[in-house]
């Protein structure tokens, strides 16, 4: 039986894939780099430390990578994070997972304060159990610190009673190197091959697909043997 649900946020739960790229797009341009939007895009999902290395050669990422994460993070906060909403019914999706009897996390690679507004903006602030942020992980998402730190928070958990629900391979990779199996919803924009490729068990357009189909998922039903 699925006991606790480890969610992501970015892409799963909040429509901000898009700005994070713009984001990124726009510190490395301070930084006379140039990147395209839509080639950020497709690393969104891991944290500053393991997507700048992509852009980035070490030489400079050494010299000048604590600089551009630190212009991204306030451009973010200012111009950006005012604009991310939640996808539609994500309230009414945690809602139901806690009168079902689930214990909710969420694992960001972002830190703490953005997390804790992230729950203010999708409005769950006060149906989640456990957070766990960049603090709490050494290295960011395909590497699975962050949902080992949230097995952690949850009172570790036996094998088969927690699942990660995320938009992105990097999620899935993440979530089988911490030993979880992974449900993922196709709202962050990465194609529903990716994800079955990177080992999800079951796809969902969004929040809402997975509440419509709860009963039918493995949320409900628990995970297939061997998993």
Not at 139 to 155: C, T, Y
């Amino acid at each position: 039986m699925i006991r606790a649900v480890i969610f992501d946020i970015d892409g799963t739960l909040l429509d901000s894939v898009d700005l994070h790229a713009q984001a990124w797009a726009r510190a490395f341009e301070a930084f006379g780099v140039a990147v395209a939007p839509a080639d950020i895009r497709t690393q969104i999902g891991k944290g500053g430390d393991q997507l700048m290395p992509i852009f980035l050669p070490p030489e400079r990422l050494a010299r000048e990578g604590g600089a551009i994460e630190a212009f991204r993070a306030d451009l973010f906060k200012r111009e950006y994070l005012p604009r991310v909403r939640p996808f539609p019914r994500v309230r009414d999706l945690f809602a139901r997972l806690r009168a079902e009897g689930h214990v909710l996390a969420l694992a960001s690679s972002g830190k703490a304060d953005e997390v804790a507004r992230y729950q203010e903006i999708a409005g769950i602030a006060d149906l989640v159990d456990v957070t766990t942020n960049a603090d709490d992980a050494e290295r960011s998402k395909p590497h699975p610190d962050i949902f080992q730190a949230a097995l952690a928070a949850l009172g570790s958990p036996a094998r088969g009673e927690a699942v990660v629900v995320g938009d992105s391979p990097y999620d899935a990779e993440a979530a089988s190197g911490a030993g979880l199996p992974a449900i993922g919803v196709l709202c962050g924009g990465f194609p529903e091959a990716a994800l079955g490729e990177a080992g999800c068990l079951a796809i969902y357009r969004d929040p809402a697909d997975l509440l419509d189909g709860y009963d039918r998922s493995p949320l409900r039903l628990g995970l297939p043997r061997g998993r």
